[in-house]
């Protein structure tokens, strides 16, 4: 896998912008990752490799059912039709390699299958996204489940919808520390939004690697060097052992975050989906079960404190990153045992995360929910903006159209 935040598995991220249940695929999952994955498919994940060949399989069907969706109205389309044909009678689609279906397409036609990419919201995109095996196979986060204590029904279509596994368990995290971290809550250095920063790119990489949780990853699987990659560069307050950053404001978190993804990779609302996501994983439940004072709080109290959630990303955030003395931790496929956990010693980076875990604990309820209240108002105004961003371009599009009618004088525009 390449060593940039922005490439990996590409995204299927569902937003609440979009009515449709295909119109919600981030910018990623169309442009510079589908190029390079489809012509470098040696190096691509299995998962990576599964959808790209969905789309290539539905994109050459469609050609040969002669869509009107691929038809170029410059040519013959039952000429372009019966050629594609004739080039893949001998391909079997449901058995053919990314070479195979990559080959047998014309420059003309690989160009107009990317171009259409570009465009998540182009009417080609939307057929090749239109896919029951696609959405099947979609795994949302394990944070947009919905619970038994949730007093609305989730729809069937929620229902039916695939979510991964909660982190099977929050770390243990020291009593002295938790004490040490309330004293210091309100005179020690604010750690909130370098929390919330964590939290941001936790959220980016479960949706971009379509990992949920990072702990079901594979010991053996390539994606484990992407997915520690991508976490380097964006939070390397986190994985650097001698920083001392604190971040002081949201607005801050979010320009140096954006700025460490490469150009053309983030937009608006893709940030805004992270946002939200940053905020349901930070907000302290309202109605819970509080634990009597004691020395240390057990498995069970973790599980059942306000801050779950957000314990629960810094939990398998520090198992992912946990460093292991054996170098084969687990077989392929299958979770680590309990005597290998036992083998595993925490690096700097667990310890960090352990420290934000207790500095979750020690903190008042009221400062994560004024937290969470101001990522949600970011959040809004990085979709309002996209919104309106999406109109324009819209605006545009249609003047232009109107212009082309009036005479040729004025095609010059179009440049």
């Known amino acids: 896998m390449a060593d940039t935040a922005g490439q990996g598995v590409p995204i299927i991220a569902s937003t609440p912008q979009t009515e449709s249940k295909h119109g919600d695929c981030s910018e990623s999952f169309y442009k510079k990752e589908l190029e390079?994955?489809?012509?470098?498919?040696?190096?691509?994940?299995?998962?990576?490799?599964?959808?790209?060949?969905?789309?290539?399989?539905?994109?050459?069907?469609?050609?040969?059912?002669?869509?009107?969706?691929?038809?170029?109205?410059?040519?013959?389309?039952?000429?372009?039709?019966?050629?594609?044909?004739?080039?893949?009678?001998?391909?079997?689609?449901?058995?053919?390699?990314?070479?195979?279906?990559?080959?047998?397409?014309?420059?003309?036609?690989?160009?107009k299958f990317l171009r259409a990419l570009e465009d998540p919201n182009s009417e080609l995109a939307q057929q090749l996204l239109a896919s029951e095996e696609l959405e099947r196979e979609r795994v949302n986060p394990w944070w947009k489940a919905p619970t038994a204590s949730e007093s609305e029904v989730p729809s069937d279509e929620e229902a039916e919808r695939k979510h991964g596994a909660r982190p099977p368990l929050i770390m243990p995290i020291p009593a002295p520390l938790v004490k040490q971290s309330a004293n210091n809550a309100l005179s020690g250095p604010l750690l909130l939004y370098n929390i919330c920063a964590v939290c941001i790119t936790y959220a980016y990489i479960v949706r971009h690697f379509?990992?949920?949780?990072?702990?079901?990853?594979?010991?053996?699987?390539?994606?484990?060097?992407?997915?520690?990659?991508?976490?380097?560069?964006?939070?390397?307050?986190?994985?650097d052992r001698n920083s001392t950053l604190a971040h002081s404001s949201?607005?801050?978190?979010?320009?140096?975050?954006?700025?460490?993804?490469?150009?053309?990779h983030m937009n608006p609302q893709f940030f805004s989906l992270l946002l939200q996501?940053?905020?349901?994983?930070?907000?302290?439940?309202?109605?819970?079960?509080?634990?009597?004072?004691?020395?240390?709080?057990?498995?069970?109290?973790?599980?059942?404190?306000?801050?779950?959630?957000?314990?629960?990303?810094?939990?398998?955030?520090?198992?992912?990153?946990?460093e292991s003395l054996a170098p084969d931790r687990a077989p392929e496929g299958n979770a680590p045992s309990a005597q290998?956990?036992?083998?595993?010693?925490?690096?700097?980076?667990?310890?960090?995360?352990?420290?934000?875990?207790?500095?979750?604990?020690?903190?008042p309820a009221p400062m994560l929910r004024v937290l969470v209240d101001e990522v949600?108002?970011?959040?809004?105004?990085?979709?309002?903006?996209?919104?309106?961003?999406?109109?324009?371009?819209?605006?545009?599009?249609?003047?232009?159209?109107?212009?082309?009618?009036?005479?040729?004088?004025?095609?010059?525009?179009?440049?």
Not at 250 to 264: A, I, K, M
Not at 350 to 361: G, R
Not at 386 to 415: D, M, P
Request: hydrophobic fraction near 40%; proline fraction near 6%; glycine fraction near 4%.
């Open 36 to 111: 390079l994955d489809v012509k470098s498919a040696p190096s691509a994940g299995t998962e990576e490799k599964r959808r790209m060949m969905d789309l290539l399989k539905r994109f050459e069907e469609d050609a040969l059912d002669d869509s009107p969706l691929l038809a170029d109205p410059d040519n013959d389309g039952n000429e372009d039709a019966d050629d594609l044909e004739m080039r893949l009678q001998n391909v079997n689609l449901d058995s053919a390699s990314y070479e195979e279906l990559w080959a047998a397409l014309t420059p003309a036609e690989r160009d």
């Open 376 to 415: 949600t108002m970011r959040a809004n105004a990085l979709e309002k903006e996209a919104k309106q961003a999406a109109q324009t371009s819209s605006q545009s599009i249609h003047r232009v159209g109107q212009k082309q009618s009036q005479g040729g004088s004025r095609i010059e525009e179009l440049t």
């Open 340 to 363: 290998t956990k036992s083998r595993q010693r925490p690096n700097h980076v667990v310890h960090k995360l352990t420290f934000y875990a207790a500095y979750i604990l020690g903190i």
């Open 250 to 264: 949201l607005s801050g978190v979010v320009t140096d975050l954006w700025s460490r993804f490469p150009p053309g």
């Open 210 to 239: 379509a990992i949920s949780p990072l702990s079901s990853l594979a010991q053996t699987d390539p994606d484990r060097t992407a997915v520690a990659q991508s976490i380097s560069r964006l939070v390397p307050f986190l994985t």
């Open 277 to 322: 996501d940053t905020a349901l994983l930070l907000r302290p439940a309202t109605v819970t079960v509080i634990p009597e004072p004691k020395s240390a709080l057990s498995s069970a109290d973790l599980e059942a404190h306000p801050s779950a959630n957000a314990l629960r990303v810094l939990s398998d955030l520090a198992d992912f990153l946990t």
